[in-house]
């Protein structure tokens, strides 16, 4: 699937979400009670945001996954205000972030997987009815699954990592729904940077253990799924 | 809004895309050229720009190392011994805004003689502006020699006669350059000559053939002036074209009796060159002899017969093999029981140390049925010459004859082309013994140690291995069709077999050559993914 496929199913799933269920969450008490002011209705507590997450990997170990440097993942995250002001909104949250890449590299398909499993601390500050900043730290546990599949060999190539990461970004969110409304609906965009240990690209074949001590490894330059990445989205809050 | 969603999308997607990409050989096919040396596989990635040197440990395990190459590479060459690979590069020339730097043209030599290949760059820039695009290897080791060969279409103005001598033994290489006397013609094939007694003392030639003359250049002195031998008159109006060019010393004690000898394309003459001793420059003159053998000969060849020396002529018209006496031009014609074309000498390596023994040739190539191969015992061609032939019934038209090295040097392997079936040839007993493939088309591979020969069908998975002095055979299933097989020293002092497998990828299979088993092997993928610059 493509970046701008992927965009747009999401555009058109939230839209749908975003009409249905508004009535539904009129009636919700705050779980916490609001310090310093009212906050604007449909600026709730609760925000759930799907999108597409492109991250730009500028090292070789990228290089036989992509012809680019661009890595796009589906990006789905829920956060929960636990402290609300005026203007300031402090919330928590968790954050999942799935995709893959793959290209020709020199006759083996070679193709990469990342998930991305974290929470979310984040801030918010409301710039008016229709805008908002948004300032975010997510810790986060990436796996990450490569394939090279080399017509020359009966199986393909694999290798299998895990390891902690860690995104900071900044962004903006613009209201698209009339402000009155109990759900907001909200148009995503930030930036930011992510970073993750880098890890070594020994690939071994997918053999069943008998058939290990067959085979020899191939290795790739180390891959370091580190990089400023930018996230595109809708958000849905009430 | 959606629209201007979609349209952010596609704007930073864009900038996302414009961020950078990987260098372009990485979309590039995996396609090489694979090189057997003494204990390595080299495979010339022509795409990157690099070889890759793939060595074998004791157990099996390969290592690749990976060494640039220079730009463009003209031309490949393995040397006689099998130990280096040399690869000629044409070199870059920048131009305004060129991001590639200039580079000279250059040699590059890649030793896979040792545990760990290793690689240097003989720089031909002091003698090369233009590039040449030929490289021939002399057998012994010491000169490679560049020349024009056209096939790259060359510089914009080449001259073909222009020669570059390189001396392996120099650090430097010690380029030479050297412009050939030229009648009108071109260099079209280039000889080297085994080391000869000439009058000037121990004397390594090399012979430049064109189509109108031999030029005959001293490799130890490439200073001096070449000797340009023209093969017609000038008031010729056609001139033969060589086919075919044979050397002997003679005898070692002498320096008088190293002679050329030539058969020519659509020609029924063969000519003798002797290199007696002159009073010029380079102490010796070639002095020609002319020989009509009465058919076009297919192959010639010096041997030693009871009679001394001659030059051997297969004329497969007649079915006859010409005897041509070099000192007096007298023939003698032997019959042969079929239509042989190629003949190779297969005197045992004993018989070949003295010089008064006479030589045996193995006649092949027949083109009839039941022509099998012919032992002609050279001992008994002047005296009897009807007693001197011995025919080995092989139903089969052989095709090549592979050279058995080191331990079973009194075998050779017979190839039969598409019959399905070859024969190992034991010269001692006058035996041969048919294999029979269950493919047609197999390639043949004997061992650098000798001991076996190794079979293979491009395409398929299976590999066999032949005991060449048992003739016991043993059948491999590998995982992958096999395109190319080559058998190297590994570092725990074994042999290890490597199988490559060229399907789209690159990947290897390598096996014990000693005692190969299945169970034992080891599979290699994405041999020239690994490494990519």
Known sequence: MTFIETTKRVALGLALLAAGPAAAADNLAPAIEQVGGEPAPGSGRFEVTVGVRTSLFKGAGFDPFSSSDAFSQTSARASWAVLQRARWATAVGALFEWGDASADARGAQAQLSLTRFGVLLEERLALGPHARVVGRLAPAWLTGRATLDDPSLPVALGRSFSTIAVDASAGVEARLNAPGSTVGVWAVGEGGYGWAPTQTMTFTPQLAVADRDKAGATTLPDFAPRGGFFRLGLALTY | ?533
Not at chain 2, 49 to 75: C, I, K, M, N
Not at chain 2, 433 to 438: D, E, K, N, S, V
Request: glycine share 10%; with cysteine; charged share 15%.
């Open chain 2, 1 to 533: 809004m959606k629209m201007s969603l979609t349209s952010a999308a596609l704007a930073l997607g864009t900038l996302a895309l414009g961020c950078g990409g990987r260098p372009d050989v990485w979309s590039r096919p995996a396609s090489a050229n694979a090189y057997g040396l003494s204990n390595a596989v080299v495979l010339h990635d022509v795409n990157a720009q690099r070889v890759v040197a793939l060595t074998a440990s004791g157990d099996g395990a390969l290592s690749a190392s990976s060494f640039g190459t220079g730009t463009d590479v003209v031309a490949t060459a393995v040397d006689s011994a099998g130990a280096r690979l040399f690869l000629l590069s044409a070199g870059h020339r920048a131009m305004l805004g060129d991001t590639q730097k200039n580079e000279a043209p250059a040699l590059m030599v890649v030793d896979g003689s040792a545990a760990a290949a290793t690689t240097r760059t003989i720089d031909l820039g002091g003698v090369l502006s233009d590039p040449l695009d030929g490289l021939a290897l002399d057998p012994t080791g010491r000169w490679a020699v560049l020349y024009a060969s056209g096939v790259h279409g060359g510089a914009f103005v080449t001259n073909p006669n222009e020669l570059v001598v390189v001396d392996l033994t120099a650090a430097d290489g010690a380029p030479v350059s050297v412009s050939l006397h030229s009648f009108g013609g071109r260099p079209e094939k280039l000889v080297f000559a085994p080391e000869l007694s000439l009058p000037g003392g121990k004397t390594h030639l090399l012979i430049v053939e064109s189509e109108q003359d031999l030029s005959l250049l001293e490799l130890d002195h490439p200073d001096r002036a070449e000797i340009t031998v023209r093969l017609a008159d000038a008031a010729a109006a056609t001139t033969p074209q060589p086919a075919e060019i044979v050397v002997d010393d003679g005898d070692p004690a002498r320096t008088d009796d190293a002679r050329i000898g030539l058969r020519f394309v659509n020609d029924t003459s063969v000519m003798t060159l002797q290199l007696e001793p002159s009073s010029g420059a380079n102490g010796y003159t070639p002095t020609p002899n002319v020989t009509d053998v009465g058919g076009v000969p297919s192959a010639i060849a010096f041997v030693r017969t009871d009679g001394g020396l001659r030059l051997a002529a297969l004329v497969p018209g007649h079915d006859s093999a010409v005897l041509v006496d070099p000192a007096t031009t007298l023939t003698t014609t032997v019959a042969l029981p079929a239509d042989y074309r190629s003949i190779s000498l297969v005197t045992p390596s004993d018989a070949a140390s003295t010089t008064s023994s006479a030589d045996t040739a193995l006649l092949w190539n027949g083109d009839a049925g039941q022509a099998g191969v012919a032992f002609w015992e050279l001992g008994q061609a002047a005296g009897r010459p009807f007693r001197s032939l011995e025919t080995v019934a092989i139903t089969e038209r052989v095709t090549s004859v592979l050279d058995v090295a080191k331990t079973n040097t009194t075998s050779k392997v017979l190839s039969t082309g598409a019959a399905g079936v070859f024969y190992v040839l034991d010269l001692a007993q006058r035996t041969a013994t048919p294999l029979l493939t269950a493919a047609t088309n197999v390639s043949l591979v004997v061992s650098p140690t000798g001991t076996r020969v190794w079979t293979f069908a491009p395409g398929q998975s299976d590999l066999a291995t032949t005991d060449i002095a048992t003739k016991h055979v043993r059948t491999l299933h590998l995982d992958a069709a096999v395109t190319g097989v080559f058998e190297i020293g590994n570092g725990g002092g074994g042999r290890t077999l490597v199988a490559l497998h060229a399907l789209g990828g690159l990947g290897a299979t390598t096996l014990d050559a000693t005692n190969p088993d299945e169970d034992h092997r080891k599979i290699f993928g994405a041999l020239l993914t690994e490494g990519t610059p």
